[in-house]
């Protein structure tokens, strides 16, 4: 086994009882993530939850994936796999170059999903392949593992003429020159980075330049944020088939971007740990020694996706400027293993959620309720106002200081430090459940409308301290029960005006929600009428 290449960025399995290996080859975690090292899924019979939940988009440009497997058992072990796609007319039932059921071979083995597009249309397909192994059929213990995929198909791709049947590897895009970079300069994270950001770039369908994020020096044009025009679409596919592709093909471009924020890792120092997950970490520290920061970083159990999804989601807010937005300061990758991101942020600086939640009797007046809401709303006002969704404002998404100054940031990190907020439905992504809208819930339909209701949902958590949304509620009962109509009652200490408000932001009909222009305005009014007199 070539493990050795696995850079030690997989979960240390400890050794039970071997069964079989399941995982990418590097061949395959390089076309779909642009990381040399394998992903292991299964690995001596021990399965990596984590990686399994992880939708793995496939690019337009890739048609067909690969597994690669080896039964550990002294024997060959029964399988049997089945793949549905979510929508046949645009992709039809994708091949196996091995037969559905069969047995896994002693000897490494890798197989093939093609994966080719109708043509019939753009969409964005989700493919669950599960496979079924029979580890002992005495007991009938067998595991199953569900793989999701989201393939992005384009309109009028030529359709594939399967009858001339080129091989499957000759299908196999040549690696961009990013790639080959990394290949022989193994800048690996930055890579990671780059790819994740341009599929990311691509995807959002850039024909629309929107305008940048305000001000200032450090701000580039860069944004791999969602924008106002495909947010209704959840789709990631541009639906003209004319796809510019200039963004893809310039990592020299991406590069330059996220090395504007590149810190050199010696600059920074930890000085105490604030958060930590099952991977995940806050530490405060200091930057250059004279800049206190927060440091979000994982630790060496992390594995490739939770570093990707660390950077991936730390860029989120990134380049946005404003009072009450804490955005990433710096990036650190020289350890791609365990990367640093870096925030500004002054010593008595803490996550909002726990602050509510610290055991000391604290108490927050209406006045002061009001007036984190209203610099929260100012500061989501300025991001719609540069065409960007959070998709998800909550209180374990800001951070408060101790004048009660609230900031909003990215949501990186969240899922593993938070994780009694998100919740898995059937198809393993890890969502907010709990404060999403109505139609995010059913159609995965994010807009400036879906961040208003996760806004009522904060001003909620204001209230109560940080209680848990629908704590009585299972996460796959949300969506009925608020089709029902019921929504979370009206804390004790609330009064009726801020009610209201709240009410008004998880109105069914998207356009019944308000602004945050006018929840500026409304907060504003009201913390004027509040204070008239004090
Ligand atoms: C299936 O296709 C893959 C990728 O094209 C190839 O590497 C593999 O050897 C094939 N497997 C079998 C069993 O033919
Ligand atoms: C099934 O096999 C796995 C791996 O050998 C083992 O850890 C597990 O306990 C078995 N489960 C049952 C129900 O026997």
């Not at 002294?74 to 047995?103: C, F, H, M, W």
């Not at 909003?408 to 198809?427: A, E, K, V």
């Amino acid at each position: 086994m070539d493990n050795l290449k696995t850079f030690g960025l997989f979960f240390i399995f400890s050794v039970v009882s071997a069964s079989y290996n399941l995982y990418l080859n590097e061949h395959e975690t390089m076309r779909l993530l642009g990381l040399s090292a394998e992903l292991y899924y299964v690995r001596e019979g021990l399965i990596n939850k984590y990686a399994l939940q992880f939708t793995v988009p496939v690019p337009a440009n890739v048609r067909d994936i690969a597994f690669t497997w080896q039964s550990l058992a002294g024997k060959p072990l029964p399988y049997r796999i089945n793949i549905a796609t979510s929508d046949p007319v645009v992709l039809p039932r994708p091949q196996l170059n091995i037969t559905r059921i069969g047995e896994m071979p002693q000897e490494i083995e890798t197989f093939a999903i093609d994966m080719r597009c109708s043509g019939v249309r753009a969409a964005e397909v989700d493919v669950t392949i599960s496979i079924e192994v029979t580890l002992n059929r005495a007991n009938n213990n067998v595991t199953e593992l569900v793989f999701t995929r989201r393939k992005i198909c384009l309109q009028s791709e030529v359709p594939e003429n399967t009858s001339d049947n080129p091989t499957l590897l000759t299908s196999i895009p040549k690696p961009p020159s990013a790639i080959i970079t990394l290949i022989v300069g193994g800048i690996l994270a930055m890579i990671l980075v780059a790819v994740l950001i341009s599929i990311a770039y691509c995807a959002r369908g850039p024909t629309k330049r929107k305008p940048h994020l305000s001000q200032p020096v450090r701000t580039s044009s860069f944004q791999r944020l969602q924008t106002h025009s495909s947010s209704l679409a959840p789709s990631i596919c541009p639906t003209n088939a004319t796809l510019p592709r200039s963004k893809c093909s310039e990592p020299e471009e991406l590069h330059r971007r996220i090395s504007e924020i590149t810190v050199q890792r010696c600059r920074v120092r930890l000085s105490s740990l604030l958060q930590e997950g099952t991977f995940g970490r806050v530490y405060r520290g200091t930057y250059n020694e004279s800049q206190d920061v927060l440091v979000k970083t994982v630790g060496q159990h992390a594995n490739q996706m939770q570093v990707s999804l660390l950077l991936q989601e730390g860029m989120n807010l990134y380049g946005a400027c404003h009072v009450g937005i804490l955005s990433v300061l710096g990036v650190s990758i020289e350890d791609h293993t365990a990367p640093f991101l870096l925030y500004a942020a002054d010593n008595n600086t803490k996550n909002m959620k726990l602050f509510l939640q610290e055991p000391i009797a604290r108490t927050l007046t209406t006045i002061q309720v009001v007036k984190m809401s209203t610099q929260l709303a100012s500061a989501i006002c300025h991001l719609h106002s540069h065409g960007v969704l959070h998709k998800d404002i909550a209180a374990r998404n800001c951070v408060i200081d101790d004048e009660l100054t609230v900031k909003l940031t990215d949501n990186s990190l969240s899922r593993d430090l938070f994780p009694q907020d998100y919740h898995c439905l059937g198809d393993r992504e890890n969502r907010p459940i709990k404060w999403m809208s109505l139609e995010a819930l059913s159609l995965r339909n994010f807009s400036e409308a879906s961040d208003a209701w996760a806004f009522g949902v904060l001003i909620w958590e204001l209230f109560t301290l940080a209680k848990q949304p629908y704590v009585d509620i299972d996460a796959f009962e949300m969506e009925n029960y608020l089709r029902e109509g019921y929504r979370l009652t009206q804390p004790l200490n609330c009064p009726d005006e801020l009610f209201t408000i709240m009410a008004y932001c998880w109105a069914v009909a998207m356009h019944d929600r308000p602004t945050f222009q006018q929840l500026q305005f409304c907060l504003q009014d009201f913390y004027n009428q509040l204070t008239r007199y004090v």
